[in-house]
T-cell receptor, first 115, second 115 residues
Framework: DQQVKQNSPSLSVQEGRISILNCDYT??????FLWYKKYPAEGPTFLIS?????DKNEDGRFTVFLNKSAKHLSLHIVPSQPGDSAVYFC??????????????FGQGTELSVKP | GAVVSQHPSWVICKSGTSVKIECRSL??????MFWYRQFPKQSLMLMAT?????????EQGVEKDKFLINHASLTLSTLTVTSAHPEDSSFYIC???????????FGPGTRLTVT
């Protein structure tokens, strides 16, 4: 049962344009969502997160949008740069958090930004 | 801030031997540490959650006697793969989170190859 899904395994975008990575979830108990960037043979790097009480969070070139009714979130990267090329994972967590929030990861989307 | 290290970064061992992987939070106190494994082109699969000073909580299907986890201090957790077999070959990644934090910060990963 895949609770967090990234249906696009890959995405190719021209440098300077917008990259939109999508993520869907099924568990209505999820209340915190995160995006991670990962290079091969390295650990994921935290990018940006959003709480379920918000519908948008922005940090520089990265913006995450959350649509709770649709159980959908997206990561926008504007403008895209070649250095953004990596695999992007969305992740979600649900209470309780008394022993640390367990993250459920999507399958990842490989972004390629072409010069 | 929020740096997590792992050691070793890669290890090759013979079938039947045990291997220990260390995960350290370098600049914060990690109340909770997580251990994941990742197969090529796949998502991160949570193996277990460990809180300092208590027994680890293993995910369904993960053999606790095979993957021994110790979280003896607020900055160190270890994963020991006992009696390793070729099917245990994988990329193992740890993450850590601090008190009241949602974000997990990941180590660089350990590539284990069992021959």
């Amino acid at each position: 049962d895949q609770q967090v899904k990234q249906n696009s395994p890959s995405l190719s975008v021209q440098e300077g344009r917008i990259s939109i990575l999508n993520c869907d979830y099924t568990n209505s108990m999820f209340d915190y969502f995160l995006w991670y960037k990962k290079y091969p043979a390295e650990g994921p790097t935290f990018l940006i997160s959003i709480s379920s009480i918000k519908d948008k969070n922005e940090d520089g070139r990265f913006t995450v949008f959350l649509n709770k009714s649709a159980k959908h979130l997206s990561l926008h990267i504007v403008p895209s740069q070649p250095g953004d090329s990596a695999v992007y994972f969305c992740a979600a967590s649900a209470p309780p958090y008394n022993q640390g929030g367990k993250l459920i990861f999507g399958q990842g989307t490989e972004l390629s930004v072409k010069p | 801030g929020a740096v997590v290290s792992q050691h070793p970064s890669w290890v090759i061992c013979k079938s039947g031997t045990s291997v220990k992987i260390e995960c350290r939070s370098l600049d914060f106190q990690a109340t909770t540490m997580f251990w994941y494994r990742q197969f090529p082109k796949q998502s991160l699969m949570l193996m277990a959650t460990s809180n300092e000073g208590s027994k680890a909580t293993y995910e369904q299907g993960v053999e606790k006697d095979k993957f021994l986890i110790n979280h003896a201090s607020l900055t160190l957790s270890t994963l020991t793969v006992t009696s390793a077999h070729p099917e245990d070959s994988s990329f193992y990644i740890c993450s850590a989170t601090g008190q009241g934090r949602y974000e997990q910060y990941f180590g660089p990963g350990t590539r284990l190859t069992v021959t």
